[in-house]
């Protein structure tokens, strides 16, 4: 069993908490609880446990907290171009109160250049336990088999055959791959609404202006 080095940053709002590692894979998550299953756990087997993160072969990351928070920012270049994710759970003010929705979300905006990465979504729900399906929805991907349904919404442009056809998998194969689907301005991993499904996305995400 392969263990992944312990150099991650912590991100959560008080309900969730998430580590993610400085080449930018939620190597740790558990929901819709702290004490919850795990949904992606490569820091404890790097093969099995499964992980949510960004690539591109040959790029230089940096992570770093927002000054003064517990948002990460991890600057990716490509050589071609650089990128930013901005990785964090967020916390709403509601009157004289704070609401913290069991969400984490990754943001990926572009810096300069034509920088291009792939997405690598492999969520292993209830330990590594069960086989996931995905299923599309209107807003990204529905993940079903474990304890509960889990959910990855994103404004990414996706062909729906495509993402159908990448997610009938064997698990001991690589995750095949596939386009996104379509949501907000930015990525979540969400409860119903939170995130986790297993699939490669090959990701255009930065284009010169």
Known sequence: MAVTDLHHGAIGNGRVLALVNPDTG?????????????????????????????????????????????????????????????????RIPAGLTMDAPVEVHRLVRPLDGTPRLRAIFDPRPDYARVTPVLAATAAGLEVRGGPQSLYLNTNLPATTNILLDAIRRDSSTTPPAASATTSRGHGATRNAPTSAASTTIPLPVCHRS
């Open 26 to 90: 939620i190597d740790w998550l558990c929901l819709p609880r702290f004490d919850s299953p795990s949904v992606f756990a490569r820091l404890l087997d790097e093969s099995r446990g499964g992980t949510f993160r960004f690539d591109a072969p040959g790029a230089t990351m940096r992570m770093a907290y927002v000054a003064n928070t517990n948002v990460l920012r991890t600057v990716v270049d490509t050589g071609e171009g650089r990128c930013e994710i901005v990785d964090f759970a967020p």
